[in-house]
């Protein structure tokens, strides 16, 4: 049984993600000019970044820290706001379609991301009402949730769904373990920008005229990656994330939508194997309360 650490910022933000929003796995290319250009300092720790360039060079962009927002824009410069003091903030709007307020104050641009503002806005929110609630403390508090997910159990679950003939090509685009060749191993590996050392589980492929688009079943989590699609879930998050089918299109946790059309399993077949992985997941956590489970009491009460 493994100790998995996180804390509840962690959690919200992977909640919130969409593409370019990084949580945990920030690409060392991006996380290179965290000090030099966000002027963040060595010893804080960088939860998350949320990259507002076009190209994604991570010039630009709002990090979140274990004390506060950081954020660089075009035209605003630097800036940042420490988490007891963003507690106090009552009104979190944007207006001219960019520019983010608090309050009264004009404190950043979002401009030349593919991420919703009213999403953004959201999750501002969210982490204010969580210090209002509870504290600062709390939202960074190490949390340790006990986890059985193994390797075996992830193969063994992945292989009841997979149709694998080794004279011909799999049938239905899941690869499970061996039947993953060195060669797609090692492509899948650099255009998830997986490190190196990864364990893959399983690959789903999507769209196999490209061969990379799809899902990967790690035991560190789950991973998706198409076009202006990439994101990754821990297991301690994905086994209560919404997931549902709307037509040829698997919709994720907040509405990230990931198309099916070219895969060649079908995609009611597809989410049953999201759900039997998320069933798993569930019950092999022996878990500390999430931010749901705080949010669900706060709510009952």
């Known amino acids: 049984m493994n100790d998995i650490k996180f804390n509840y910022l962690t959690e ?13 796995e920030i690409p060392s290319s991006i996380l290179s000019k965290a000090n030099k250009r966000f002027k963040i300092p060595n010893n804080e720790e960088v939860i998350a970044f949320l990259d ?27 800036g940042n706001i420490e988490w007891t003091e963003f507690s106090e903030i009552n009104q979190i709007t944007v207006q001219n379609e960019v520019e983010i307020y608090f309050d009264q104050r004009k404190v950043f641009l979002i401009g030349g ?29 190490q949390q340790n949730v006990s986890s059985s997910v193994t390797y075996n159990d992830l193969r063994n679950i992945s292989t009841l769904f997979e149709k694998y003939e080794e004279a011909f090509e799999p049938n239905n685009g899941l690869l499970v373990d061996k039947h993953i060749s060195s060669d797609l191993k090692n492509k899948v590996i650099k255009y998830f920008n997986l ?82 992985l998320q069933e798993y997941a569930n019950s092999v956590y022996q878990s500390a309360p999430s931010v749901v489970d705080l949010y669900s009491v706060n709510t009952k009460s």
């Open 12 to 24: 919200l933000c992977l909640r919130y993600q969409q593409d370019k929003f990084y949580i945990e």
């Open 52 to 78: 507002c360039t076009i190209l994604g060079s991570g010039k630009m962009g709002v990090y979140f820290t274990d004390k506060g927002l950081r954020w660089r824009s075009l035209g605003n410069g630097l």
């Open 113 to 141: 991301t593919t991420y919703p503002i009213p999403l953004f806005i959201e999750l501002l929110t969210s982490i204010r009402d969580f210090l209002k609630e509870y504290s600062h403390e709390l939202l960074l508090k």
């Open 195 to 276: 490190q190196a050392n990864k364990e893959i589980v399983s690959f789903l492929c999507t769209f196999p005229v490209k061969k990379t688009d799809g899902i990967i079943i790690c035991e560190n989590g789950i991973y998706f990656r198409e076009t202006f699609i990439s994101l990754y879930y821990p297991w301690y998050v994905f086994r209560t994330l919404p997931l549902y089918l709307s037509s040829d299109e698997l919709i994720i946790g907040k509405d990230n939508i990931f198309h099916l059309t070219h895969a060649k399993m079908e995609g009611t077949e597809i989410l049953l194997f999201l759900k039997k």
